[in-house]
């Protein structure tokens, strides 16, 4: 089955740097979703990139999706300590046309310091 | 911004016992799902539902496990004769559509099976 696993497992930056999160999988996908976790607490979306997409932006977000090399990257700029969280990437499944099945990786723990 | 809804936010419960996690999705959702995250460990698929019904399903969502959705608004996880390895935070998630949608999660509900 797809997976996806993120890379690296924990990033600590200082604030007003830039962030990179790493996401692999390993079959083919329809889309694949960026989320947000704070400790404890929901999954916030982030944004949701279409395999026919190359490239997506949201306000400090980008996210890159390379179908060849079966990777995406999540990439914040000018952090602020409030970005502090889980990062999950999630595949869709993709078989028979479902959707809803999202293959979560472990997630990159990201702390900002002030 | 409209969210989905959980409730309870923390429920602990004895072992053996009946629990019913309940969850108000997005309004103009149709498709309605439920995850689980065990404490350190990655966020996993349970179920979906549309159409008042089943659509998928994992392999951990066995005879134990039943959803419903009562009436317009509530969705609800059912776990029957708990046991210590159900403890986990399970979140309810909704989407407009299949076909790439966003999913959208709700702030989950801890359960702690003593």
């Known amino acids: 089955s797809q997976q996806g696993e993120e890379d690296p497992q924990a990033l600590s930056i200082q604030e007003g740097e830039n962030a990179t999160m790493n996401c692999s999988y390993k079959?083919?996908?329809?889309?694949l979703q960026w989320y947000r976790q704070n400790s404890g607490r929901g999954l916030v979306h982030l944004i949701l990139?279409?395999?026919?997409?190359r490239e997506k932006h949201s306000g400090r977000l980008r996210v890159t999706l390379d179908t060849s090399k079966k990777s995406s990257s999540l990439l914040i700029t000018a952090s602020r300590a409030a970005d502090t969280a889980s990062y999950f990437c999630a595949t869709d499944a993709s078989y028979g046309g479902s959707q809803g099945n999202l293959i979560f990786g472990k997630g990159t723990k990201l702390s900002v310091k002030p | 911004e409209p969210e989905v809804t959980q409730t309870p936010s923390h429920q602990v419960t004895q072992m053996g016992q009946e629990v019913i996690l309940r969850c108000v999705p997005i309004?103009?959702?149709?498709?309605f799902y439920w995850y689980r995250q065990i404490l350190g460990q990655k966020v996993e698929f349970l179920v979906s539902f549309y159409n008042n019904e089943i659509s998928e399903k994992s392999e951990i969502f066995d005879d134990q496990f039943s959803v419903e959705r009562p009436d317009g608004s509530n969705f609800t996880l059912k776990i029957r004769s708990t046991k210590l390895e159900d403890s986990a935070m399970y979140f309810c998630a909704s989407s407009e559509s299949r076909g790439g949608n966003t999913i959208y999660f709700g702030e989950g509900s801890w359960l702690t099976v003593v």
């Open positions: 309004s103009n959702h149709l498709y």
């Open positions: 990139i279409r395999s026919n997409e």
């Open positions: 079959t083919s996908i329809n889309n």
